[in-house]
């Protein structure tokens, strides 16, 4: 397991002429479920941004004229990387991210397939011929944007960095990425690595943890054309406006509180088992959690019961060491925001049916019930493993509850009757809907993303959407002879 060697990347930032020493200084890589440090990783600040901008401007111009055939191949050999080296990447997921191996695995997995559907664009048709009332060849034509931003969370640190990394390259940019620093080997130095033992071109990908300071400087700097942010609603609105006064486009993949819906006609097992692991897998700390489970008045409180069962007997420990269901949470900050909103839920009137308690970093699988719509786990985003159940009465009344967030991002229908549950999903402002399944689900091939408060709609994955996010329209023709004007 030499891959991601610290030998290598301590210390350090990726960038124009592979592993340097940060200007910023490093930071000590922490395990959560320990607390011990794992590693040294550069920490970059607004000044590495400024030169790793420049240097991608450069490099892009030749990556950019290179053949689609060369970068497909580079993208063909990252995914092949990915799959070669996929238990050294997890090893650092479980223990940097707190992931069990099974969600490193899905993460590993998801990340081969991004650069094998990213590969395929690089010989997507470019555009299309327009009519034209002058006789002339008119065509619209897709061109990189030049240098794209991608900053990337620490929940699924290496999917939510590649699925915007990728795509941005294969369409001829260059990427200057900062992960979170929380997860800077996992979400940083394994994508750097693969795509340095894939062939790319140097300079053409900058790798650069770093904190608020850091964005702000990705962000504004003009050489930074295009920004692709995933993360929290209320950063990413701070993204948004600094894009905007820079007049520079941005796509935010932002927080969530999806809605589970249990319709009476449910499966009562399976829905329970879809439900748990909607709010519960990797800790609650994911942008589509269930966080809400509306459930039919008929069978809430049987549903309640059952919900809680399974979660009092969820093992929760460390992955590295353990088999368990549920790791630690990423710091002790977002234990203290879950707790919070869980405590403050109880003290007004919510009854805690599982968990509520921790163990360091442990926070033990969460159900609340007999909850108002303004009890702080209900209407706020937990990012923790919290299951707040409400009934409903009514489709009506199910709807009105699911669509009552300033949130869009995933919804969860579960009834025999799946065309019930469409009718039902055209009701409710969502980026995603799943029939018959819980609300946590991504694949390359598909677009994502939410409305409202999660972001501004589908941005990666799929051809359609990674092409409008990482290049430009541009309005080409071309005549045989100069065009005469009267004067």
Known sequence: MDFLDPKIWSGSVYGGNGWAVSQAGDAPVIEPATGGEIGRAGVAGPADIAVAAAQAATAQRAWAAASFEERAAVLRRAGRLFEEHAADIQHWLVRESGSIPGKAGFETYVAAQECYEAAALASQPPGEILPTAKKRLSLARRVPVGVVGVIAPFNAPLILGIRSVAPALALGNAVVFKPDPRTAVCGGVAIARVFEEAGLPAGVLHMLPGGADTGEALVADPRVRVVSFTGSTAAGRKVGELAARHLKRVHLELGGNSALIVLPDADLDLAVSAGAWGSFFHQGQICMTAGRHLVHASIKDEYVERLAAKADHMPVGDPATQEVALGPLIDQRQRDKVHQLVTGSVDGGARLAAGGTYEGLFYRPTVLTDLTTSAPAFCEEVFGPVAPVMPFSSL????????????????????????????????????????????????????????????????????????????????????????????
Do not use: C
């Open 396 to 487: 009506e009344e199910a709807a009105s509850l699911a669509a009552d967030s300033e949130y869009g991002l995933s919804l969860g229908i579960l009834t025999r009757d799946a065309m019930k549950g469409l009718e039902l999903a055209d009701l409710i402002p969502t980026g995603i809907v799943h029939i018959n399944d819980q609300t946590v689900d991504d694949e390359a091939v598909a677009p994502f993303g939410g409305v409202g408060a999660s972001g501004t709609g589908s941005r990666f994955g799929g051809t359609r959407a990674n092409v409008e996010a990482f290049t430009d329209t541009q309005w080409v023709t071309m005549q045989g002879d100069i065009a005469r004007y009267p004067f």
